[in-house]
């Protein structure tokens, strides 16, 4: 009985295996087309229509977000502009409550501009507002390409301070004009561009090209010249200095780890190194201003501090004359975001302040994909600005925190506007 079992067993399992392997052979025989010898008539099928579909797509989104822009441009210079700032508030308000992580930042950074005594509702009802003012000027920056420079200057009602820009202007080596991410830039540049200035302005590119030329199309129409962040910028804007013209620059952008500590509100922050050791450098004069958006939204109005005198604090030490001029700039700022904190448009966390758990397992996610990315061969890209740096000749110090982007430097809202977002767990 056992034989027959063991024999029984035995040819079970060699006609089980012969069947696999006629399986195996006929599928591998399915799959290898060998020309001329049996060869399967059927021709490879040609990559994936999604492939092919995502390839073509990528080419055509550089156009696809050109043409959009000049769509959307020119029906917000063509509609009512009360309607243009409707809009925008909309969109303003629909960032605030589902943009989780801005306007938690947001708040944060009201709490202690307003300081305690002015309550949570206080702080965000100014950081809602914040929101609110920030896309009417991104509505303003979108319809730039169809404002005459007549308009602008018929907008702006009011200006003082420009007898001080004069007087900087009259020592003979130029001017560093600090702003902030407060009011309207764009507004308070071609208002100064009009009036003869020579201006320069900071700015990152914009993708595609074709949208890069026309924002700086626009400006310099406007009278606002722009230095690309490239590897000649500094050179530039030294060059420019030694004309004795104007250079714009940011001062507000927190820079954790890279900047300069500074006590900012009565806390400590840090802050862009770059205006500093640039007036270090060139002995420029600093003053600083911004054009703040008026009740009812036409009109702005518009005015430059008394101009800062640091060349008494310097010590003789670069280091520490770099980190005495910052403050004198924070300082300066201070008085300028208090005068109206909704139109300071801080999105970023100023101050240090503690990661919620949904922004702990969001931090997670995006790590987790960017080291996805790496290990499937992602070339990961050195940022421009290290290049800037490291190529720059004479470079005394980075750029970074300082240029324009979509009007000055916005804390990158268009992009969380136009990328994939985890929802709030």
């Known amino acids: 009985m056992r034989g027959r079992d063991s024999e029984r067993t035995g040819t079970y399992l060699f006609a089980r295996q012969g069947s696999v392997s006629t399986k195996m052979s006929q599928t591998i025989q399915s799959k290898t087309v060998v020309p001329g010898v049996g060869a399967d008539p059927t021709p490879v099928a040609p990559a994936t229509p999604p492939a092919a579909w995502r390839r073509g797509l990528a080419r055509l989104a550089p156009v696809l977000k050109f043409r959009g822009f000049l769509a959307v441009s020119w029906l917000a210079g063509n509609v009512p502009l009360r309607v243009s700032y409707t809009l925008a508030v909309l969109v303003g308000e629909w960032i605030y409550y589902f943009s989780h992580d801005h306007s938690s930042n947001a708040v944060s950074n009201m709490r202690r501009v307003l300081g305690p005594q002015a309550g949570e509702r206080a702080a965000r009802r100014a950081a809602r507002n914040s929101f609110r003012n920030y896309c009417k000027t991104l509505a303003d920056f979108i319809r730039f390409p169809y404002m005459k420079p007549a308009e602008m200057q018929r907008r702006v009602a009011s200006a003082h301070g420009l007898e001080i820009m004069d007087q900087a202007l009259a020592h003979g080596k130029g001017v560093l004009a600090i702003t902030a991410h407060l009011g309207n830039w764009d507004f308070a540049g071609a208002f100064m561009g009009q009036r003869g200035v020579p201006l320069y302005a900071l ?49 507000d952008r927190p820079m954790p780890g890279d900047g300069i500590p500074v006590q900012f509100f009565g806390e400590t922050a840090w802050l862009p190194s770059g205006p500093a050791a640039i007036a270090l450098k060139t002995g420029a004069q600093i003053i600083v201003g911004c054009c703040w958006r008026e009740p009812g939204d036409i009109q702005f109005s518009g005015g430059i501090e008394p101009q800062i005198e640091y060349q008494h604090l310097l010590t003789g030490n670069k280091q520490a004359d770099t980190v005495i001029i910052t403050q004198t700039i924070a300082t300066a700022l201070e ?8 139109q300071w448009y801080m999105f970023r966390p100023m101050w240090p302040r503690p990661t919620t758990p949904g922004e702990a397992r969001r931090a997670w996610r995006v790590a987790r994909r960017q080291a996805l990315r790496r290990h499937a061969g992602g070339l990961v890209q050195r ?9 720059a000749d004479g470079t005394i110090t980075d750029l970074r925190g300082t240029a324009a982007g979509i009007s000055v430097d916005p804390p990158e809202m268009e992009a969380w506007l136009t990328a994939k977002h985890d929802k709030e767990p």
């Open 203 to 251: 700015a990152d590119k914009f993708e595609p090209p074709q949208l890069d030329e026309l924002v700086i199309e626009t400006r310099r129409r406007n009278g606002v010249n722009v230095i690309k962040m490239e590897a000649s910028a500094m050179r530039t804007i030294f060059a420019a200095l030694k004309r004795n013209e104007v250079v714009i620059l940011l001062a």
């Open 383 to 391: 940022s421009r600005l290290t290049r800037l740096r490291r190529r």
């Open 335 to 342: 008085g300028l975001i208090r005068h109206d904190p909704d």
